[in-house]
């Protein structure tokens, strides 16, 4: 617990410290501030992922916060992709190559380090991986063969709203194997990431204007579908309804409160060198704390 606490602390300082108030509103999903969210976000999955005897209750409520830390990480991932490939002509260019290599070394390498210390506390980052190289796969091909922009966004949304609702029930409904997948729920997050990138304006206008009056009306309904999912939807009515509890009530809950948190920071300066710097390699963050914080 103690080692728990100690690493809030230093987490909230590094996250929060330079943090400003400004007039004009920030551009939704800024490269600055979605660095300082990954960083902040990869703790969340970590603390989710510890078994006994390492967990404790801090450490078990902030993992509560996992699901919805993953689904940021797949609007982060799915967003980031539609703007390089529009700024970079080249951006194609051996691509998954580039992508496999920054995803695959550290996790690689992170597994190796656990198998010769016997850890075993986590999958350490397998159902990420494994979803992101699904997705990078499809993301290059559809890029590659369909030109026209509106056919382009209708493929990407179908194939992430499907992969994400069909593997649910592969892996819940039918319970055939998942063949090492998970997280489809939160796959829903590439799906949102999508439409953003090809909605940029409407979206950024929503972010921007009248923040005050949407948190009023956003607050309320993220604690409401949060609270309710924790302490009675999970717990009671998930087995009895798979997909309307665990699925639509688990990503209410979730976008909803994705949906605050831009609206809190759409007037905040976010992060520091340091914040930023941890946010750009908070995957490797993740597959080393997991070995780390077998120790503590």
């Not at 309307?244 to 688990?250: D, K, M, T």
């Not at 609206?263 to 750009?280: A, D, I, T, W």
Request: proline share 2%; net charge positive.
């Amino acid at each position: 617990m103690e080692a728990t606490i100690v690493i809030l602390i230093v987490l909230l300082l590094v996250e929060l410290y330079g943090i400003k108030f400004q007039s004009q509103p920030n551009e939704l999903l800024s490269q600055k501030q979605t660095n300082v969210l990954r960083g902040g976000c990869c703790f969340p999955v970590i603390f989710c992922h510890f078994y006994e005897p390492y967990s404790n209750n801090l450490q078990v409520t902030i993992g509560r916060y996992a699901y919805i830390a993953v689904t940021l990480f797949f609007i982060f991932s799915a967003y980031g992709l539609e703007v390089r490939v529009k700024r970079k002509e080249d951006y194609l260019d051996h691509f998954l190559v580039k992508r496999f290599t920054a995803i695959l070394i550290p996790y690689i390498l992170s597994s190796l380090i656990r198998l010769m210390f016997g850890v075993d506390l986590t999958y350490g980052g397998a159902s990420f991986v494994h979803v992101l190289i699904i997705y990078y796969i499809i993301f290059y091909f559809v890029h590659i063969k369909i030109k026209n922009t509106k056919k382009r966004e209708y493929v990407l949304l179908l194939f992430t709203l499907c992969y994400s609702i069909g593997g649910f029930f592969w892996g819940y409904k039918f319970r055939l194997p998942k063949i090492g997948l998970n997280w489809y729920q939160e796959a829903l997050g590439l799906t949102i990431g999508v439409f953003i990138a090809y909605h940029y304006e409407k979206m950024n206008r929503f972010f921007k204007n009248r923040v005050i009056v949407k948190l009023a009306l956003w607050i309320p309904a993220a604690v409401f579908l949060k609270y309710t999912f924790d302490m009675y939807i999970s717990n009671g009515y998930i087995q009895e309804y798979k997909f309307l509890c665990n699925y639509i009530y688990r990503m209410a809950a979730a976008v909803s409160v994705i949906v605050v948190i831009m609206l809190l920071f759409s007037h905040f300066s976010l992060g520091n060198y340091v914040s930023r710097q941890l946010g750009k390699i908070s995957f490797e963050i993740f597959c080393i704390m997991v070995f780390i914080f077998s120790f503590c």
